[in-house]
């Protein structure tokens, strides 16, 4: 699924690269936006780890939903998926919320300026880079919003199915905590289709079963 870079030699056999010319604000941009990158393990998001001990942070989550890339793509409804790039999208996806925070997926109200508010991030964050680089990352983030390629689809798709399985296995807890019901969960989930009928099929079961133990309000 995934091709390794290289010319496939390791250890002796790979020649060691010659030094190069470095472009000086080249690499004090890119080292810059690395940087600032690191601002986003500390947006707490609502949902909590499976131990309940605490909120996760969005930079958990995108490594978190990266990897369900790795494990899942299987059940992707295209398999032709250029993968490589739905793990693009979604290390992307929240580096917005460095500025904007994170907007409860839930909460309408939060969610008026939502838009309004990760473009101006965006457009801050994206252009910390050199040209190329900040045309090229939001143009990632572009991709993952609009919700139109294969790629951006399957990657809606588990940014969803990750915070759900966080709540169905800690019994609800961020649902019971405010007050989330039944219609407003499936509302929130369907788009799991657009990227995997198979991982919305499990969703829907799982929704049904909270309902019926009773962590999950109809």
């Known amino acids: 699924m995934f091709k ?6 390791t250890g002796p056999e790979r020649q060691m690269r010659k030094s190069q010319p470095v472009d000086a604000e080249r690499f004090k941009r890119q080292i810059e936006f690395i940087l600032e990158a690191d601002k986003l393990k500390k947006v707490a998001r609502r949902t909590t ?3 309940v001990s605490r ?3 969005s930079a958990e989550h995108s490594w978190h939903i990266a990897l369900l890339v790795l494990i899942l793509a299987e059940y992707a409804k295209n398999l032709d998926l250029d993968f490589l790039q739905v793990i693009k999208l979604l290390l992307i996806h929240d580096l917005v919320e460095i500025d904007a925070g994170d907007t409860y997926c839930y909460d309408e109200v939060g969610g008026q300026d939502q838009r309004k508010r990760e473009m101006k ?6 252009n910390i880079l050199p040209a190329d680089q900040a ?4 143009a990632l983030w572009d991709e993952y919003e609009a919700k139109h390629t294969p790629e951006s689809k399957f990657a809606n798709a588990l940014d969803r199915v990750q915070p759900f399985l966080h709540n169905y296995f800690t019994r609800g807890y961020t649902w019971q905590k405010h007050g989330i019901v039944k219609s407003q969960v499936i509302r929130r989930m369907k788009p799991v289709y657009d990227g995997s009928p198979v991982l919305w099929e499990y969703v829907a079961g799982l929704i049904d079963d909270a309902v019926k133990q009773g ?4």
């Open 55 to 57: 909120h996760e942070n």
């Open 135 to 138: 045309l090229a990352l939001r």
């Open 49 to 51: 780890l499976l131990d």
């Open 121 to 126: 991030a965006a457009e801050r964050i994206f």
């Open 215 to 218: 962590f999950l309000a109809k």
């Open 4 to 9: 390794a870079g290289g010319n496939g030699k």
